[in-house]
């Protein structure tokens, strides 16, 4: 076998090529995500693979989920830093200097009580989007998701007068944004040089964001309340490594929404009586037929969704990301193994989800899991780490939920939709974000009932 078993005193179980190239190549060109449930069947519940000249150890149970949030030994900070480094060339004093104050100013525009800062435009600008779909058509879903959401998510977050809103420049902004997310956890842990279209769209993409920095500029509302995350994200910068800060948030607000979306619609209407609750607690809410006006949508109609919002929360804990990731700053003890300084640790929100202490016939999508979590104030079940954990959650989260939970209503609500095609399975082939799809899966989608409400308005 090309894969070793090395027993070294205490260390967890090795697993690493002859030569560490190949075992990285073959680890990171077969199915990683497989590999890592595999290894733990084979290993045991802490193990590390030897892969492009890094230690990866990973830990899957619930020592090793307790000790990964919690640990002192481990740091996320270091591991950020080499990230984006790598992926964004910013180097370790720009990051430093203004990382805490980003995060900071993150958690606070982003937080449970902003968010009526962003129901309004995202209602509008998703019925506007909606209209391109035109009356009828047959899309693969994946696709039709982006169609509607990249131009609006990119809109919410940078804003409607930087360069961001044309849609040739959106067509060319996500073909290299896929080339770069494809290859994003490569980029960070290999040298650029061995991925020339990776770094060719990384470095189209600064310039890029170089460009939308200097229309945000020129339109600096003087308000608060108008400006945009942008905006703030250049208030803390104070022009500090402006362009890769921005880049990365850029990545980090784009990748997991659209697959999230995407599992979340795939997953309800291809089981018919789940359709047909989610489609039933919608009516009951916005009426039976789709008129010609537009329905609103804020926070405290989608409170009255709730069985819309366990079946999005179900589908993002099925397709977790399938790793986040520390870094070991001191020896660290764990299952009598010591986890030696360095490595870099390991562990996969997707297995664990998969734990039927936790999660009862895993595998299976059950929307009524959710009802014992307090949804309404976004508390979740125990065990779900879907947006991280400990010191480091997601600050995105709420606003990501209510783009979801807003898009999904209305797509249903307007559209009738068949799928054509079986759910695809995840792809195996990424870690970072929530997993994408495997394959096509189209779907036919039709106006609800226009004509039956232009012949009422007609009688009225
Ligand atoms: C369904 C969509 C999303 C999922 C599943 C998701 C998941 C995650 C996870 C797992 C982490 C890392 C936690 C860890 O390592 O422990 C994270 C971090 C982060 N996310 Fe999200 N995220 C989503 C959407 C968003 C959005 C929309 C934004 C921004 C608008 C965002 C911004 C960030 C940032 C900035 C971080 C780094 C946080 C820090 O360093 O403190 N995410 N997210």
Redesign the pocket.
């Known amino acids: 076998s090309v894969f070793s078993r090395r027993r070294s005193s205490q260390r967890p179980p090795c697993i690493g090529g002859w030569i560490p190239w190949l075992g990285a190549a073959l680890w990171l060109r077969k199915a990683p995500l497989q590999f890592i449930e595999q290894s733990r069947i084979k290993y045991g519940p802490v193990f590390t693979i030897v892969a492009v000249g890094h230690r990866l150890t990973f830990v899957t149970d619930e020592e090793g989920c307790a000790a990964f949030?919690k640990s002192k030994q481990v740091d996320?900070?270091a591991f950020?830093q080499r990230v984006m480094q790598k992926t964004a060339s910013i180097n370790k004093e720009s990051f430093y200097k203004s990382?805490n104050a980003?995060?900071e100013m993150?958690?606070s525009r982003?937080s449970q009580n902003k968010m009526y800062l962003y129901s309004k435009k995202l209602n509008e600008e998703f019925y506007e989007h909606l209209e391109y779909l035109g009356m009828e058509g047959t899309m693969d879903l994946y696709n039709f998701v982006r169609q509607i959401m990249v131009p609006v998510?990119l809109n919410t977050?940078f804003g409607k007068e930087t360069c961001l809103t044309n849609r040739k420049m959106i067509a060319q902004l996500e073909e290299h944004f896929c080339k770069f997310d494809e290859k994003f956890e490569y980029g960070a842990l290999l040298p650029e040089y061995l991925f020339r279209d990776w770094s060719k769209s990384k470095h189209w993409l600064l310039r890029l964001v170089e460009k939308v920095v200097r229309d945000a500029e020129r339109n600096y509302p003087s308000e608060d309340k108008s400006k945009t995350?942008l905006h703030h994200l250049l208030d803390t910068l104070k022009g500090n490594a402006t362009s890769g800060f921005c880049l990365?948030?850029l990545w980090?607000?784009?990748?997991?929404?659209y697959?999230?979306?995407f599992w979340s619609l795939a997953f309800i209407i291809s089981q018919p009586a789940i359709y047909k609750t989610a489609m039933e607690e919608i009516t009951a809410v916005f009426g039976k037929a789709a008129g010609n006006e537009n329905v609103k949508i804020s926070e405290t109609e989608l409170q009255k969704l709730p069985f819309l919002k366990c079946c999005i929360l179900e589908s993002?804990r099925l397709r977790?990301?399938g790793a986040?990731?520390?870094i070991v700053m001191k020896p660290m003890k764990i299952h009598n193994y010591t986890i030696p300084p360095g490595d870099v640790l390991m562990m996969s929100?997707f297995w664990m989800h998969r734990n039927p202490k936790y999660f009862p016939e895993p595998e299976v999508f059950k929307p009524e899991r959710w009802k014992k979590a307090n949804i309404e104030k976004n508390i979740f079940l125990d065990g779900f780490?879907?947006?991280?954990?400990?010191?480091?959650?997601?600050?995105?989260?709420w606003?990501?939920?209510m783009?979801?939970h807003m898009l999904v209503a209305l797509i249903l609500y307007e559209f009738e939709l068949t799928p054509l095609d079986p759910v695809p399975d995840q792809s195996n082939l990424h870690l970072a974000?929530?997993l994408k799809p495997s394959g096509p899966c189209r779907i036919q989608y039709k106006q609800r009932m226009k004509a039956h409400s232009s012949a009422m308005n007609v009688l009225h």
């Open positions: 949030f996320f900070l950020i990382y980003i995060r993150m958690k982003m998510v977050l995350l990365v948030f980090a607000s784009q990748t997991s929404v697959p999230a979306t993002l977790s990301p986040i990731t520390r929100p780490i879907g947006f991280g954990g400990g010191q480091l959650f997601c600050p995105g989260r606003l990501v939920l783009e979801i974000g929530a």
